[in-house]
C-alpha cells in the first residue's frame, strides 16, 4: 500500500457542483496535513492546513478522519477558476518531511 | 514579501554533464525541500534540511544527487553524471518551524539531452 493514495481523476463537475476528494495514509501516527492545488506547469499552492477539528476557509472544507486514516476536501459552488489538480500531503511520523499525493484532477464545466 | 526563488528556471544539460540548481528559501524559515516532479506525476521528495540538524537524505534516488545548505539559507541540489531519467522539475520549498506550511519556488524544469 502506498503511504499516501489519492484519486487521480479526472472529476468533471458543472459549475455551481459540490465536490469532494479523499486523500488516504497509511501511517496511522501521522500529525499533520496539508491540502495544496496546482495549476498545469505551475508549483504547487498551499490551499489548507488540516486540523483534527476541521476547518472552512469560505467555498472549501477540509476534514480529518483520523479513523479511517483520511483526509477529505470539500468544494462548494465550484468555479471555472477551481479547474487544477489539488494534492494532499502527510508527514512521517517524527519528522517533518512530507509525502505527497499524485494529486485528483478537477475540471469545472461550463 | 518575496517568495522561495529558484534558478535557473530552465536547464538544458548534455547526458554525463553536472549541473546545480539553486533554492532561496523565504526569509526565516528553517525547514527547506527538494522534490521532483516528472511530467504528469506527483512529487517525489528528495531531501529537506531543518535548521542545524543533518538532513534527512532519504529520497535521494542515487549517489549521483547530492545538495547542500550554507548558513541556513540558500540550498544547492548537484547532479552529477546527468542522465535522461534526471529530466523532471526540481521544486523546492520552505516553511517556518512554527507550522511547516510548505510554501513552493516555481521550480527548475531541467531536460537531459
Known amino acids: 500500500r502506498k503511504e499516501v493514495e489519492q484519486d487521480p481523476g479526472p472529476f468533471n463537475v458543472p459549475e455551481g457542483a459540490t465536490v469532494a476528494f479523499n486523500c488516504t495514509y497509511s501511517?496511522?501516527?501521522?500529525?499533520?496535513f496539508f491540502w495544496y492545488r496546482q495549476d498545469c506547469r505551475k508549483e504547487p499552492k498551499l490551499l489548507m492546513s488540516?486540523?483534527?477539528s476541521g476547518n472552512e476557509d469560505g467555498r472549501f472544507t477540509a476534514q480529518l478522519n483520523r479513523a479511517s486514516q483520511y483526509i477529505s476536501l470539500l468544494i462548494r459552488d465550484s468555479k471555472l477558476s477551481d479547474s487544477a489538480t489539488y494534492l494532499c500531503?502527510?508527514?512521517?511520523?517524527?519528522?517533518?518531511?512530507?509525502?505527497f499525493g499524485t494529486g485528483t484532477r478537477l475540471k469545472v464545466l461550463a | 514579501g518575496a517568495g522561495v526563488s529558484q534558478s535557473p528556471s530552465n536547464k538544458v544539460t548534455e547526458k554525463g554533464k553536472d549541473v546545480e540548481l539553486r533554492c532561496d528559501p523565504i526569509?526565516?524559515?528553517?525547514?527547506l525541500y527538494w522534490y521532483r516532479q516528472s511530467l504528469g506525476q506527483g512529487l517525489e521528495f528528495l531531501i529537506y534540511?531543518?535548521?542545524?540538524?543533518?538532513?534527512?537524505k532519504s529520497g535521494l534516488p542515487s549517489d549521483r544527487f547530492s545538495a547542500e545548505r550554507t548558513g541556513g539559507s540558500v540550498s544547492t541540489l548537484t547532479i552529477q553524471r546527468t542522465q535522461q531519467e534526471d529530466s523532471a522539475v526540481y521544486l523546492c520549498?520552505?516553511?517556518?518551524?512554527?507550522?511547516?506550511?510548505?510554501?513552493f519556488g516555481p521550480g527548475t524544469r531541467l531536460t537531459v539531452t
Open positions: 520549498a520552505s516553511s517556518s518551524p512554527q507550522d511547516y506550511e510548505q510554501y
Open positions: 501511517n496511522s501516527a501521522s500529525q499533520s
Open positions: 488540516v486540523y483534527s
Open positions: 500531503a502527510v508527514n512521517t511520523p517524527g519528522t517533518y518531511k512530507y509525502i
Open positions: 526569509s526565516g524559515h528553517t525547514a
Open positions: 534540511f531543518q535548521g542545524n540538524s543533518a538532513p534527512d
